[in-house]
Protein backbone atom coordinates (compact mmCIF):
# COMPACT_ATOMS: atom_id res chain seq x y z
CA UNK A 1 0.00 0.00 0.00
CA UNK A 2 2.83 2.62 0.88
CA UNK A 3 4.92 1.84 -2.65
CA UNK A 4 1.64 2.44 -4.16
CA UNK A 5 0.55 5.40 -2.34
CA UNK A 6 4.08 6.86 -3.32
CA UNK A 7 3.97 6.10 -6.98
CA UNK A 8 0.29 7.55 -7.25
CA UNK A 9 1.57 10.58 -5.26
CA UNK A 10 4.60 11.30 -8.10
CA UNK A 11 1.87 10.87 -10.99
CA UNK A 12 -1.01 13.06 -9.55
CA UNK A 13 0.81 16.94 -9.95
CA UNK A 14 1.15 15.47 -13.56
CA UNK A 15 -2.07 14.18 -14.30
CA UNK A 16 -3.79 16.88 -12.52
CA UNK A 17 -2.62 19.43 -15.13
CA UNK A 18 -3.86 17.58 -18.13
CA UNK A 19 -7.84 18.91 -18.46
CA UNK A 20 -8.28 15.82 -20.64
CA UNK A 21 -8.07 13.60 -18.00
CA UNK A 22 -9.92 15.62 -14.83
CA UNK A 23 -12.11 11.95 -14.63
CA UNK A 24 -8.50 10.33 -14.38
CA UNK A 25 -7.44 13.24 -11.81
CA UNK A 26 -10.55 12.73 -9.27
CA UNK A 27 -10.65 8.83 -9.02
CA UNK A 28 -6.49 9.32 -8.25
CA UNK A 29 -6.76 11.92 -5.55
CA UNK A 30 -9.76 9.74 -4.25
CA UNK A 31 -7.76 6.47 -4.11
CA UNK A 32 -4.62 8.54 -2.73
CA UNK A 33 -7.42 9.92 0.07
CA UNK A 34 -8.86 6.63 0.78
CA UNK A 35 -5.33 5.00 1.26
CA UNK A 36 -3.85 7.66 3.53
CA UNK A 37 -6.78 7.00 5.68
CA UNK A 38 -6.70 3.42 5.92
CA UNK A 39 -2.52 3.75 6.67
CA UNK A 40 -3.32 6.60 9.01
CA UNK A 41 -5.80 3.80 10.88
CA UNK A 42 -3.85 0.75 10.90
CA UNK A 43 -0.26 -0.22 12.47
CA UNK A 44 0.37 -4.08 11.08
CA UNK A 45 -1.37 -6.02 8.12
CA UNK A 46 -3.90 -8.17 10.63
CA UNK A 47 -5.87 -4.32 10.89
CA UNK A 48 -5.89 -3.50 7.47
CA UNK A 49 -9.73 -3.96 6.50
CA UNK A 50 -11.27 -7.66 4.51
CA UNK A 51 -11.92 -5.16 1.54
CA UNK A 52 -8.12 -4.21 1.41
CA UNK A 53 -7.72 -6.51 -2.24
CA UNK A 54 -10.13 -4.36 -3.79
CA UNK A 55 -8.80 -0.99 -2.88
CA UNK A 56 -4.77 -2.41 -3.76
CA UNK A 57 -6.13 -3.85 -7.48
CA UNK A 58 -8.13 -0.43 -7.81
CA UNK A 59 -5.01 1.57 -7.01
CA UNK A 60 -3.21 -0.63 -9.64
CA UNK A 61 -5.48 -0.20 -12.10
CA UNK A 62 -5.46 3.48 -11.73
CA UNK A 63 -1.50 4.13 -11.80
CA UNK A 64 -1.63 1.73 -14.78
CA UNK A 65 -4.27 4.32 -16.40
CA UNK A 66 -1.46 6.98 -15.53
CA UNK A 67 1.36 5.81 -16.82
CA UNK A 68 -0.32 5.15 -20.06
CA UNK A 69 -0.63 9.38 -20.07
CA UNK A 70 1.39 11.38 -21.93
CA UNK A 71 3.13 12.97 -18.81
CA UNK A 72 6.66 14.86 -18.35
CA UNK A 73 8.91 11.80 -16.56
CA UNK A 74 11.60 14.14 -15.11
CA UNK A 75 8.37 15.96 -13.27
CA UNK A 76 6.79 12.48 -12.31
CA UNK A 77 10.88 11.47 -11.29
CA UNK A 78 11.01 14.88 -9.39
CA UNK A 79 8.38 14.33 -7.50
CA UNK A 80 8.72 11.05 -6.29
CA UNK A 81 12.08 12.33 -4.85
CA UNK A 82 10.45 15.02 -3.01
CA UNK A 83 8.53 12.38 -1.88
CA UNK A 84 11.36 10.30 -0.40
CA UNK A 85 13.25 13.46 1.13
CA UNK A 86 10.52 14.58 3.45
CA UNK A 87 9.82 11.01 4.04
CA UNK A 88 13.24 10.68 5.54
CA UNK A 89 13.16 13.84 7.10
CA UNK A 90 10.18 13.35 8.77
CA UNK A 91 11.19 9.91 9.95
CA UNK A 92 14.78 11.62 11.10
CA UNK A 93 12.44 14.29 13.17
CA UNK A 94 10.33 11.46 14.71
CA UNK A 95 13.07 9.24 15.72
CA UNK A 96 15.22 12.83 17.65
CA UNK A 97 11.44 13.59 19.09
CA UNK A 98 11.29 10.14 20.50
CA UNK A 99 14.68 10.02 21.89
CA UNK A 100 14.30 13.35 23.46
CA UNK A 101 10.61 12.55 24.95
CA UNK A 102 12.07 9.01 26.07
CA UNK A 103 14.87 10.45 27.76
CA UNK A 104 12.84 13.60 29.38
CA UNK A 105 10.08 11.33 30.65
CA UNK A 106 12.61 9.11 32.55
CA UNK A 107 14.90 11.84 33.85
CA UNK A 108 11.58 13.73 35.30
CA UNK A 109 9.46 10.83 36.74
CA UNK A 110 9.32 10.01 40.48
CA UNK A 111 11.79 7.33 41.30
CA UNK A 112 9.30 5.95 44.05
CA UNK A 113 7.33 5.66 40.06
CA UNK A 114 10.21 3.36 38.71
CA UNK A 115 10.19 0.19 37.27
CA UNK A 116 13.14 -1.84 36.89
CA UNK A 117 12.94 -1.07 32.93
CA UNK A 118 12.77 2.31 33.77
CA UNK A 119 15.17 2.19 35.77
CA UNK A 120 17.66 0.64 33.03
CA UNK A 121 16.51 3.50 30.97
CA UNK A 122 17.78 6.26 32.82
CA UNK A 123 21.26 4.41 33.92
CA UNK A 124 21.37 3.74 30.19
CA UNK A 125 21.18 7.06 29.57
CA UNK A 126 23.29 8.44 32.10
CA UNK A 127 26.43 5.56 31.38
CA UNK A 128 26.04 6.16 27.27
CA UNK A 129 28.93 7.52 26.42
CA UNK A 130 31.01 5.14 28.51
CA UNK A 131 29.28 2.22 27.27
CA UNK A 132 29.32 2.80 23.49
CA UNK A 133 33.30 3.76 24.07
CA UNK A 134 33.48 0.71 25.90
CA UNK A 135 31.51 -1.05 23.01
CA UNK A 136 33.53 0.18 20.38
CA UNK A 137 37.11 -0.65 22.21
CA UNK A 138 35.83 -4.56 23.01
CA UNK A 139 34.05 -5.31 19.73
CA UNK A 140 37.24 -4.04 17.55
CA UNK A 141 39.72 -5.76 19.60
CA UNK A 142 41.45 -8.59 17.50
CA UNK A 143 42.72 -9.85 20.76
CA UNK A 144 39.44 -10.84 22.65
CA UNK A 145 37.73 -13.47 21.88
CA UNK A 146 34.32 -13.06 19.37
CA UNK A 147 31.29 -15.01 19.44
CA UNK A 148 28.88 -14.30 16.88
CA UNK A 149 25.17 -15.60 16.23
CA UNK A 150 22.71 -15.09 13.04
CA UNK A 151 19.23 -14.94 14.19
CA UNK A 152 16.33 -12.97 14.38
CA UNK A 153 14.80 -14.68 17.53
CA UNK A 154 15.65 -12.44 20.69
CA UNK A 155 14.75 -15.23 23.43
CA UNK A 156 16.78 -18.22 21.53
CA UNK A 157 19.84 -16.04 21.26
CA UNK A 158 19.72 -14.89 25.09
CA UNK A 159 19.97 -18.38 26.03
CA UNK A 160 22.85 -19.25 23.71
CA UNK A 161 24.43 -15.96 25.26
CA UNK A 162 23.99 -16.75 28.80
CA UNK A 163 24.82 -20.19 28.69
CA UNK A 164 27.75 -19.41 27.01
CA UNK A 165 29.25 -16.74 29.53
CA UNK A 166 27.59 -18.97 32.21
CA UNK A 167 30.43 -21.60 31.25
CA UNK A 168 32.84 -19.27 30.41
CA UNK A 169 36.31 -19.58 32.41
CA UNK A 170 37.70 -15.84 32.80
CA UNK A 171 41.30 -15.15 30.96
CA UNK A 172 43.08 -11.96 29.74
CA UNK A 173 41.25 -13.06 26.40
CA UNK A 174 37.94 -13.51 27.81
CA UNK A 175 35.43 -12.22 30.41
CA UNK A 176 32.43 -13.37 32.38
CA UNK A 177 30.73 -9.89 32.00
CA UNK A 178 30.32 -10.08 28.51
CA UNK A 179 29.91 -6.69 26.04
CA UNK A 180 26.93 -8.07 23.44
CA UNK A 181 26.65 -6.08 20.61
CA UNK A 182 23.69 -6.11 18.69
CA UNK A 183 24.02 -5.11 14.60
CA UNK A 184 21.35 -5.21 11.81
CA UNK A 185 22.53 -6.21 8.55
CA UNK A 186 20.59 -4.21 6.46
CA UNK A 187 21.93 -1.10 8.57
CA UNK A 188 25.48 -2.53 7.48
CA UNK A 189 25.88 -0.66 4.11
CA UNK A 190 27.60 -3.84 2.65
CA UNK A 191 25.59 -4.26 -1.06
CA UNK A 192 29.02 -3.45 -2.97
CA UNK A 193 30.17 -6.80 -1.58
CA UNK A 194 26.56 -8.47 -1.88
CA UNK A 195 25.57 -8.26 -5.43
CA UNK A 196 23.44 -11.65 -5.99
CA UNK A 197 20.75 -10.06 -4.15
CA UNK A 198 19.07 -7.60 -1.84
CA UNK A 199 20.86 -7.66 1.55
CA UNK A 200 18.68 -8.84 4.25
CA UNK A 201 19.77 -11.44 7.21
CA UNK A 202 19.44 -14.99 6.28
CA UNK A 203 19.87 -17.83 8.93
CA UNK A 204 21.34 -21.21 8.66
CA UNK A 205 19.91 -23.20 5.79
CA UNK A 206 18.38 -26.82 7.65
CA UNK A 207 18.36 -29.45 4.98
CA UNK A 208 15.81 -32.82 5.42
CA UNK A 209 18.24 -34.94 3.38
CA UNK A 210 16.42 -38.10 2.33
CA UNK A 211 18.35 -41.25 1.48
CA UNK A 212 16.35 -43.75 -0.64
CA UNK A 213 17.51 -47.50 -0.29
CA UNK A 214 16.80 -50.51 -2.28
CA UNK A 215 17.83 -54.11 -0.48
CA UNK A 216 18.32 -56.83 -2.44
CA UNK A 217 14.79 -58.05 -1.66
CA UNK A 218 13.57 -55.19 -3.54
CA UNK A 219 11.86 -53.81 -0.44
CA UNK A 220 12.40 -49.61 0.15
CA UNK A 221 14.05 -47.77 3.04
CA UNK A 222 13.95 -44.45 3.15
CA UNK A 223 16.73 -42.57 6.08
CA UNK A 224 16.16 -38.64 6.92
CA UNK A 225 19.31 -37.00 8.62
CA UNK A 226 18.93 -32.95 9.43
CA UNK A 227 22.11 -30.80 7.39
CA UNK A 228 22.17 -27.46 8.61
CA UNK A 229 25.20 -25.17 6.88
CA UNK A 230 25.94 -22.04 6.77
CA UNK A 231 23.67 -18.97 5.18
CA UNK A 232 24.47 -16.12 2.63
CA UNK A 233 24.77 -14.11 5.63
CA UNK A 234 27.93 -15.97 7.24
CA UNK A 235 29.59 -15.20 3.82
CA UNK A 236 29.89 -11.41 4.62
CA UNK A 237 31.46 -12.15 7.83
CA UNK A 238 34.91 -10.84 7.31
CA UNK A 239 33.41 -7.53 6.21
CA UNK A 240 31.10 -7.09 8.71
CA UNK A 241 34.04 -7.85 11.15
CA UNK A 242 37.23 -6.45 8.92
CA UNK A 243 39.75 -5.96 12.29
CA UNK A 244 38.77 -9.12 13.53
CA UNK A 245 41.45 -12.55 12.89
CA UNK A 246 38.92 -15.28 14.35
CA UNK A 247 35.29 -15.94 15.36
CA UNK A 248 33.50 -18.63 16.72
CA UNK A 249 30.20 -18.96 14.85
CA UNK A 250 27.29 -19.96 16.96
CA UNK A 251 23.47 -21.10 15.48
CA UNK A 252 20.71 -19.88 17.84
CA UNK A 253 19.53 -23.37 18.57
CA UNK A 254 22.23 -24.53 20.73
CA UNK A 255 23.03 -25.04 24.54
CA UNK A 256 26.39 -24.19 25.58
CA UNK A 257 27.49 -26.97 28.21
CA UNK A 258 31.47 -26.04 29.26
CA UNK A 259 34.01 -23.38 28.33
CA UNK A 260 34.62 -22.70 24.39
CA UNK A 261 37.78 -20.58 24.59
CA UNK A 262 39.92 -24.07 23.57
CA UNK A 263 38.16 -23.54 20.02
CA UNK A 264 41.17 -20.27 19.74
CA UNK A 265 44.29 -22.49 20.61
CA UNK A 266 43.77 -25.26 17.91
CA UNK A 267 45.97 -25.17 15.36
CA UNK A 268 43.83 -26.23 12.04
CA UNK A 269 46.97 -26.20 9.83
CA UNK A 270 45.81 -23.34 7.80
CA UNK A 271 41.75 -24.27 7.18
CA UNK A 272 39.42 -21.82 7.44
CA UNK A 273 36.30 -23.38 9.24
CA UNK A 274 36.81 -25.53 11.90
CA UNK A 275 33.25 -27.73 12.24
CA UNK A 276 31.93 -31.36 13.35
CA UNK A 277 31.86 -33.54 11.04
CA UNK A 278 28.19 -35.23 10.17
CA UNK A 279 29.01 -38.13 8.68
CA UNK A 280 25.26 -39.68 8.64
CA UNK A 281 25.79 -37.42 5.42
CA UNK A 282 29.18 -38.72 3.34
CA UNK A 283 29.79 -36.79 0.01
CA UNK A 284 29.00 -39.28 -2.22
CA UNK A 285 25.28 -39.20 -1.44
CA UNK A 286 25.33 -35.61 -2.49
CA UNK A 287 27.01 -36.55 -6.04
CA UNK A 288 23.96 -35.36 -7.86
CA UNK A 289 24.57 -31.92 -6.96
CA UNK A 290 28.31 -31.85 -6.65
CA UNK A 291 31.13 -31.75 -9.75
CA UNK A 292 32.45 -34.96 -10.35
CA UNK A 293 35.21 -36.41 -8.56
CA UNK A 294 35.20 -33.09 -6.42
CA UNK A 295 35.47 -35.10 -3.18
CA UNK A 296 36.50 -38.33 -1.77
CA UNK A 297 33.15 -40.74 -1.68
CA UNK A 298 33.55 -41.55 1.87
CA UNK A 299 34.19 -37.50 2.91
CA UNK A 300 31.83 -36.52 5.17
CA UNK A 301 29.77 -33.32 5.20
CA UNK A 302 30.34 -30.68 8.01
CA UNK A 303 27.72 -28.73 9.99
CA UNK A 304 26.99 -25.45 11.61
CA UNK A 305 26.32 -24.99 15.03
CA UNK A 306 29.34 -24.66 16.89
CA UNK A 307 32.46 -23.33 14.21
CA UNK A 308 35.74 -21.47 14.79
CA UNK A 309 36.67 -19.11 11.78
CA UNK A 310 39.73 -17.98 11.05
CA UNK A 311 38.93 -15.23 9.26
CA UNK A 312 42.42 -14.30 8.22
CA UNK A 313 43.06 -17.01 6.12
CA UNK A 314 39.22 -16.54 5.08
CA UNK A 315 40.55 -13.43 3.35
CA UNK A 316 43.74 -14.87 2.13
CA UNK A 317 41.33 -17.47 -0.25
CA UNK A 318 38.58 -14.85 -1.48
CA UNK A 319 35.94 -17.17 0.06
CA UNK A 320 33.29 -14.82 0.19
CA UNK A 321 33.96 -13.75 -3.95
CA UNK A 322 34.29 -17.84 -4.20
CA UNK A 323 30.86 -18.22 -2.88
CA UNK A 324 28.94 -15.48 -4.42
CA UNK A 325 30.73 -16.83 -7.78
CA UNK A 326 29.41 -20.51 -7.37
CA UNK A 327 26.01 -19.10 -6.24
CA UNK A 328 25.40 -17.34 -9.20
CA UNK A 329 27.24 -19.75 -11.56
CA UNK A 330 24.52 -22.48 -10.26
CA UNK A 331 21.45 -20.17 -10.26
CA UNK A 332 21.79 -19.39 -13.80
CA UNK A 333 23.46 -22.65 -15.86
CA UNK A 334 22.17 -25.00 -13.21
CA UNK A 335 19.04 -23.63 -11.64
CA UNK A 336 19.33 -25.18 -8.65
CA UNK A 337 17.67 -21.89 -7.05
CA UNK A 338 16.66 -24.09 -4.00
CA UNK A 339 19.92 -26.08 -3.54
CA UNK A 340 22.61 -23.42 -4.63
CA UNK A 341 22.81 -22.42 -0.44
CA UNK A 342 24.21 -26.38 -0.20
CA UNK A 343 26.31 -27.18 -3.30
CA UNK A 344 28.25 -23.53 -2.52
CA UNK A 345 28.82 -23.86 0.94
CA UNK A 346 30.12 -27.50 0.10
CA UNK A 347 32.20 -26.48 -2.47
CA UNK A 348 33.34 -23.13 -1.20
CA UNK A 349 35.12 -24.60 1.75
CA UNK A 350 36.27 -27.89 -0.34
CA UNK A 351 39.79 -28.83 1.14
CA UNK A 352 39.48 -26.03 4.33
CA UNK A 353 37.77 -27.83 6.54
CA UNK A 354 39.25 -29.01 10.04
CA UNK A 355 37.62 -31.77 11.55
CA UNK A 356 36.70 -30.62 15.37
CA UNK A 357 36.73 -33.62 17.90
CA UNK A 358 32.97 -35.05 18.04
CA UNK A 359 32.44 -34.00 22.17
CA UNK A 360 32.07 -30.39 20.78
CA UNK A 361 28.55 -31.00 19.86
CA UNK A 362 25.96 -32.88 19.52
CA UNK A 363 23.51 -32.58 17.07
CA UNK A 364 19.93 -33.91 16.44
CA UNK A 365 18.59 -33.13 19.60
CA UNK A 366 14.37 -32.05 19.66
CA UNK A 367 14.35 -34.90 16.31
CA UNK A 368 16.60 -38.07 17.15
CA UNK A 369 15.69 -39.91 20.29
CA UNK A 370 17.28 -42.33 22.11
CA UNK A 371 20.94 -40.54 22.92
CA UNK A 372 23.09 -41.62 25.15
CA UNK A 373 23.52 -39.76 28.73
CA UNK A 374 27.16 -40.08 28.68
CA UNK A 375 27.25 -38.52 25.23
CA UNK A 376 24.64 -35.92 26.47
CA UNK A 377 27.17 -35.06 29.38
CA UNK A 378 30.61 -34.78 27.53
CA UNK A 379 29.40 -33.07 24.42
CA UNK A 380 30.22 -28.80 24.90
CA UNK A 381 26.96 -27.90 22.80
CA UNK A 382 24.12 -29.49 22.42
CA UNK A 383 22.38 -28.91 18.85
CA UNK A 384 18.26 -28.69 18.43
CA UNK A 385 17.99 -29.29 14.48
CA UNK A 386 14.34 -28.46 14.86
CA UNK A 387 11.92 -28.73 11.19
CA UNK A 388 11.63 -25.42 10.22
CA UNK A 389 11.54 -24.35 6.59
CA UNK A 390 13.71 -27.45 5.88
CA UNK A 391 14.13 -28.68 1.56
CA UNK A 392 13.35 -32.30 1.48
CA UNK A 393 15.16 -34.38 -1.50
CA UNK A 394 15.55 -37.78 -1.80
CA UNK A 395 18.71 -39.19 -3.23
CA UNK A 396 19.19 -42.86 -4.62
CA UNK A 397 22.56 -44.94 -2.80
Excluded at 62 to 76: L, T
Excluded at 185 to 214: G, Q, T
Excluded at 387 to 394: L, Q, V
Aim: aromatic fraction near 10%.
Amino acid sequence: MKDLLYVSRAYYPSIAKLPAFDKLSHEMKQNIQDFERVLSETTTDKDLPPQIGKKLAKMEAVIARAKSCPVDCNNVDKKLRQLVDLTEDEANFHRKQSAFLYQLAVQTMPKSLHCLTMRLTVEYFRSSLDLEQSLSEKVLNPDLHHYVIFSRNLLASSVVINSTVQHTEESEKQYREATVQVLNIEDLKLNSHYRLAPLHLSLPEEFRVSFLRVDKLSSYQIRTEYLSIFSHSHYLLPKIFPTLKKVVVLDDDILTQRDLSDLWSLDMGGKVNGAVQFCAVKMEQLKNYLPRNSFSENSCAWMSGVNIIDLSRWREHNLTETFQRLVQEMSTEEGLSETTALSASVLTFQGLVYALDDSWMLSGLGLNYGHDEYALGRAAVLHFNWEHETMARAWHS
